[in-house]
């Protein structure tokens, strides 16, 4: 299984961004996918996930951030609105074998390289 991100870039504080991540080796069906973030020299932390009809999302983006996935395409999406400064990190998606996201990290086998999301202000 592999994942592949990207969509990010730089944009000015108030814009938006879609992230995308294609999977390869597994036909999407019931698993469990999520974004997560990161900066240097912290913890990555959870973003928003998906499994079936249900979606989760951190405090911090709820509102503003809506994932989504194409299970036709392989792809899962993020879409970014209101971007803020603090937004600014490597955004990961994740995948796991479950029909039942998780906000934790450890909990996701299978990571995509990362693509870096800068918000200027």
């Known amino acids: 299984v592999q994942l592949q991100a990207f969509g990010g870039g730089l944009v000015q504080a108030g814009g938006s961004l879609r992230l995308s991540c294609a999977v390869s080796g597994r036909t999407l069906s019931y698993d469990s996918m999520g974004w997560f973030r990161q900066v240097p020299g912290r913890e990555r932390d959870f973003v928003a996930a998906?499994?079936?009809?249900?979606?989760g999302y951190a405090d911090s983006v709820k509102g503003r951030f809506t994932i989504s996935r194409d299970n036709a395409k392989n792809t899962l999406y993020l879409q970014m609105n209101s971007l803020k400064p603090e937004d600014t990190a490597v955004y990961y998606c994740?995948?796991?074998?479950?029909?039942?996201?998780?906000?934790?990290?450890?909990?996701?086998?299978?990571w995509g390289q990362g693509t870096l999301v800068t918000v200027s202000s």
């Open positions: 994740a995948l796991r074998i479950n029909n039942d996201y998780s906000r934790a990290p450890t909990l996701y086998p299978y």
């Open positions: 998906t499994s079936g009809g249900s979606t």
